[in-house]
């Protein structure tokens, strides 16, 4: 049996896990009330740095085939995924005032969706 696909699918769902941290720990905090990240912090964190290495890794792996729209439409998705992992980061530390970080989290649950939306553009685009 051949096991090729494995590190691109182990890549794959370390990318999807990241993004469920991050996206869903902002989402619900945007929910439920900035509170609940001061003990969210560390996986937002530990999900910020999972997306980071499994995202650079796939670009990559995808980039020297890729078709012409690819790398714009990836260079937008890494801008507004930046924006969601610092975000993120900003809020997993302590220090700033609650209108400030409801501001923030909001701003980074609309790029996450975005950032969404791109990659299942990406991954559809031949």
């Given at each position: 049996m051949d096991l090729s696909f494995?590190?691109?699918?182990?890549?794959t769902f370390a990318?999807?896990?990241?993004?469920?941290?991050?996206?869903?720990?902002?989402?619900?905090?945007?929910?439920?009330?900035?509170?609940?990240v001061d003990s969210y912090g560390k996986w937002l964190v530990a999900g910020a740095v999972l997306?980071?290495?499994?995202?650079?890794?796939?670009?990559?792996?995808?980039?020297?085939d890729a078709p012409k729209l690819w790398h714009a439409v990836a260079g937008i998705k890494v801008l507004l995924a930046l924006h969601v992992i610092a975000v993120s980061l900003l809020l997993a530390r302590k220090g700033l005032d609650e209108a400030k970080?409801?501001?923030?989290?909001?701003?980074?649950?609309?790029?996450?969706?975005?950032?969404?939306?791109?990659g299942a553009f990406l991954h559809n685009l031949r």
């Open positions: 494995l590190p691109a699918t182990l890549s990318h999807i896990a990241g993004a469920i941290l991050v996206l869903g720990g902002l989402f619900r905090a945007h929910i439920s009330g900035l509170h609940k997306l980071v290495l499994s995202g650079a890794w796939q670009f990559v792996l995808r980039m020297h970080r409801a501001r923030l989290a909001r701003g980074a649950v609309i790029s996450g969706w975005i950032v969404v939306l791109l």
